[in-house]
């Protein structure tokens, strides 16, 4: 989105929330396009990142449309047990059921069936992985 906006010359409509410590870079759009033109490993970095978040909504899609809820949450559990390196989730139910777009009921009753079954340990306003 950002790339996109940057080569429109539009204002960006994302938010972006870091989950951990993180450093942001803000680079002028001025620089940019001049670096594109002048720097080619600056352009391949461009379009390599461009592809990667490409590549990334591409999968996004593919599961909504095709996994089921279960699924969706063991996933989406992994990805953000493989973040925290520390296998610990620091999300409400509400807040995973409103990343997953869907209810907080329906994440609740699924991350108690994953308890029971010994993949998961639920505690206040976070969930511990186990093994999957």
Same mark, same amino acid.
């Given at each position: 989105?950002?790339?996109? *906006? *940057?080569?429109?010359?539009?204002?960006?409509? %994302?938010? &972006?929330? &870091?989950?951990?410590?993180?450093? /942001?870079?803000?680079?002028? %759009?001025? #620089?940019?396009? &001049?670096?594109? &033109?002048? +720097? #080619?490993?600056?352009?391949?970095?461009?379009?390599?990142?461009?592809? $990667?978040?490409?590549?990334? /909504?591409?999968?996004?899609?593919?599961?909504?449309?095709?996994?089921?809820?279960?699924?969706?949450?063991? #996933?989406?559990?992994?990805?953000?047990?493989?973040?925290?390196?520390?296998?610990?989730? $620091?999300?409400? $139910?509400?807040? %995973?059921? +409103?990343?997953? $777009?869907?209810?907080? @009921?329906?994440?609740?009753? /699924? /991350?108690?069936?994953?308890?029971?079954?010994?993949? %998961?340990?639920?505690?206040?306003?976070? @969930?511990?992985?186990?093994?999957?």
């Amino acid at each position: 989105m950002t790339l996109s *906006c *940057c080569l429109g010359n539009q204002k960006s409509e %994302i938010i &972006a929330i &870091a989950e951990s410590d993180s450093e /942001l870079i803000m680079i002028p %759009i001025e #620089k940019m396009e &001049a670096w594109t &033109a002048q +720097y #080619k490993s600056w352009r391949n970095f461009v379009f390599r990142s461009y592809n $990667h978040r490409i590549k990334d /909504l591409l999968e996004t899609v593919d599961s909504i449309a095709f996994l089921k809820m279960d699924e969706r949450l063991i #996933k989406y559990l992994e990805e953000k047990s493989r973040i925290s390196e520390d296998g610990i989730i $620091h999300k409400t $139910h509400q807040e %995973i059921a +409103y990343e997953l $777009h869907t209810s907080r @009921v329906v994440i609740s009753r /699924l /991350l108690k069936t994953l308890e029971r079954k010994g993949k %998961i340990q639920i505690e206040r306003n976070r @969930v511990k992985i186990l093994e999957f």
